[in-house]
């Protein structure tokens, strides 16, 4: 659904962290299906209270 861009900079520094943290993907990967549920513009499905999100 949604289409992630990534910036140039993102990226050389995902590079370090994908070195250093071996569960770094799949962390990544968890956030994007999490924005792909709590944020679908058609059917939001609320995943994450709005306090906990103002607080992050």
Known sequence: ???FVYHQ???KHAA???WRFSNY????DSFKR?????FNPVQPRQ???PAK???I
């Open 53 to 55: 999100l103002h607080r």
């Open 1 to 3: 659904m949604f289409n």
């Open 25 to 28: 993907q799949s962390g990544v």
């Open 47 to 49: 995943v994450i209270a």
């Open 9 to 11: 900079g993102y990226l």
């Open 34 to 38: 999490l924005c792909e549920v709590q």
């Open 16 to 18: 370090v962290l994908e």
